[in-house]
Each structure stands twice: as structure tokens, then as C-alpha cells.
């Protein structure tokens, strides 16, 4: 046992460090003052015209900040995406079950909302607020999902927990407190 234990390589921490610190350096970049670190849009991975794209939607006024620039960009891509989602099921709904009822055609009308907000934060810049009229979608399509399919007793309300989550952007200001109330 013994043999077996001192043929195994001795591993230096200070090197594993060095190279756990450079694989997260190529996921994180980091501002000016260090505190604030977000995953950035890899261009290697992603095709260079939706790259191009976010970019030409990034309000000039975080364009300017790397890290505020990726935030809005990576907020932009998510409501892009979850919007084109809706509008792509659409025809496949159209072509399987027929003509939709109005409370049908008002649920995909909500769930493409989100390419409303994305575009409300290209045009002002104000990610809180876009924060918080993505947490109000949200809400209003749990508080309707949940009135028909069994109002109080419906397990839609559970998903109630994830919307302070949507709200708070992370490793910037609170987008509840006075910021937000300042911007009216």
C-alpha cells in the first residue's frame, strides 16, 4: 500500500491555484474595483452575428462599462430568446389544436412581453427597472396560470418564490430599494 501511495504525483497547491485562477479568468471578467465579477458572452462559442446583434441593442450608457455592458447584454439575450421561444411554439400550436381561444392568444401575447422589456432597456438603459417589469410579467402569468387551474389551491403559486429572484440583479444595487423610486 505504501508503494502504491508514493508513485502517486504530489500536487503543489500553489500550482493547482494558479490554474484554477486562470480557467475562472476566462469565465469571469471583473471591473475596475474587483468586487463585482459576471460571465461574459463567449464569442468563440456563440455565433458572431447574434454577438453583434446584443451588442447593437446595449444602451450606450452601459456600453461604455464591460461589466455593465454583459449584464444588459446577457438580460437582452435571455428575454430575446424566451420571447422567440413563445412566438416559434405559436404555428406548432396553430397546426396541432386549431384556432386558439382568446385566453390562448392573450397567453402567447404575455409571454412575448419579455421582447417588450428588452427593448425598453435598449432604448433607457435602466436595467433595474426593466428588472422590475420582467418580475411584474412574471407574476401576472403565475397569478393567471393559477386562476385557472384551481385559483389558492393551485401548485402555479409556488413558482411566486422565483420572482424575487428575476428582481435582484446580482453584484449591483438593490433594484427594490430608492434607485428604482429616484427613476420615476
Not at 474595483?33 to 460571465?39: C, D, H, I, K, P
Not at 455592458?69 to 411554439?89: E, N, Q, T
Request: aromatic share 6%; hydrophobic share 55%; charged share 15%.
Amino acid at each position: 500500500m505504501a508503494a502504491i501511495r508514493a508513485s502517486q504525483p504530489v500536487i503543489d497547491p500553489d500550482k493547482a491555484n494558479i490554474r484554477l485562477q486562470r480557467s475562472l479568468s476566462r469565465l469571469c471578467d471583473s471591473n475596475a474595483t474587483g468586487n463585482e465579477a459576471s460571465v461574459v458572452l463567449d464569442r468563440s462559442v456563440a455565433l458572431p452575428f447574434i454577438v453583434r446583434f446584443l451588442d447593437g441593442l446595449v444602451h450606450p450608457s452601459a456600453a461604455a462599462d464591460r461589466v455593465h455592458a454583459a449584464r444588459h447584454r446577457s438580460f437582452i439575450a435571455v428575454h430575446f430568446g424566451a420571447a422567440l421561444i413563445a412566438l416559434a411554439v405559436l404555428p406548432l400550436s396553430l397546426a396541432l389544436s386549431g384556432p386558439i381561444s382568446l385566453a390562448e392568444a392573450a397567453l402567447f401575447g404575455w409571454l412575448v412581453l419579455p421582447m417588450a422589456i428588452a427593448v425598453y432597456l435598449s432604448r433607457t438603459g435602466r436595467l433595474e427597472i426593466a428588472h422590475l417589469l420582467s418580475a411584474t410579467v412574471l407574476t401576472c402569468l403565475i397569478v393567471w396560470l393559477a386562476g385557472v387551474s384551481g385559483g389558492l389551491k393551485s401548485m402555479a403559486l409556488a413558482w411566486l418564490a422565483v420572482v424575487p429572484f428575476v428582481v435582484c440583479t446580482p453584484n449591483s444595487v438593490s433594484a427594490i430599494g430608492s434607485p428604482v423610486t429616484e427613476k420615476f
